[in-house]
């Protein structure tokens, strides 16, 4: 669907934003508020929406559908990616001060991972029609086995590709003013801000596994995929710091992911036999999604505080 101009375009869309967010909006280390991560949450909401609008009248209902049932996948499963952000986070004893430093380059790093992702997955599929059915087996199994699952309290510091990282970059005993790396006595160390980046990043190439074939299961069209993919990422920070204080309580959403992931899945493996409607995917998973959110709200709601009774 897109041409080398709409490519171009949005390319620098991307390039503007990325410059905005860093180089003006967040030059200075600071802790987000949750006023602040309302408002950018919004900004990247209403973006998406507003292209999406714009990809339906520029190409059709049933592209803009497209777009909108990857955006929803995509940015439900980047709820599930803000649970592991937080156990990193606290894992390494980074402050909040320097939260959306890591968080930043972390979804720069995540942005290019996913655009080699996608292309790549594009072209086996155009080369070898089975992957459909490869792709459609591991959404399957992934889901299946998500279903069956119970969350586990995960060592993001104790993780191969941590320790890895640790064994050929020496690593300071502490922070260094939210950077990155440091000069000491002649050496070029390391600090934990780059550990948890390390883990943030290989968190996220773990996620794109599960993430990139879904939005296969829903369009083929690269610029769709890469598109749905992009919007939700972008919004992912703000996402975090508007949520990662109540994350806990969405304690049905890896049910509703997981149903989901089993909805596409078979979907991909069904689709020379029947081709669901888009329309009729995105009511499908935005009622697994928005049905899991709802229930979880409802089950961890604080009780109603009771009166005291008379005395007697």
Do not use: C
């Amino acid at each position: 669907m897109g041409s080398p101009g709409l490519w171009a375009a949005f390319l620098v869309f991307l390039a503007v934003m990325l410059a905005l967010d860093l180089g003006i909006f967040h030059r200075k280390a600071h802790e987000v508020n949750l006023k602040e991560a309302a408002v950018w949450s919004a900004v990247w909401v209403a973006l998406s929406f507003g292209f999406a609008a714009l990809v339906w009248w520029r190409f059709g209902p049933e592209r803009g559908l497209e777009f909108t049932t990857g955006y929803l996948i995509e940015k439900a499963l980047s709820v599930d990616n803000i649970f592991v952000f937080v156990v990193i986070f606290q894992a390494f004893s980074i402050p909040s001060l320097y939260q959306h430093r890591v968080l930043f380059w972390g979804v720069l790093g995540a942005l290019l991972m996913r655009a080699a992702f996608i292309f790549a997955g594009t072209a086996l599929l155009e080369r070898f029609h089975w992957m459909l059915y490869a792709f459609g087996g591991l959404l399957l199994l992934t889901g299946l086995k998500l279903l069956r699952s119970k969350p586990a309290n995960s060592e993001p510091e104790q993780s191969g590709v941590v320790r890895l990282a640790s064994r050929f970059i020496p690593v300071t005993s502490g922070l260094r003013d939210g950077h990155f790396f440091v000069e000491e006595a002649g050496r070029r160390l390391a600090t934990p801000l780059f550990l948890a980046l390390v883990a943030v990043e290989f968190s996220d190439l773990l996620f794109a596994v599960d993430s990139i074939p879904a939005i296969f299961g829903v369009t083929r069209d690269p610029f769709i995929v890469f598109t749905s993919n992009i919007f939700a990422i972008l919004g992912l920070r703000s996402l975090y710091f508007l949520l990662a204080g109540i994350v806990a309580r969405f304690r049905y959403l890896n049910i509703g992911l997981a149903l989901v992931l089993v909805f596409v899945g078979l979907k991909m493996m069904l689709a020379d036999v029947y081709a669901v409607p888009v329309a009729a995917s995105l009511a499908v998973v935005a009622a697994l999604i928005g049905g899991a959110i709802v229930l979880s709200l409802r089950a961890t709601a604080p009780a109603p505080a009771r009166s005291p009774g008379p005395r007697g």
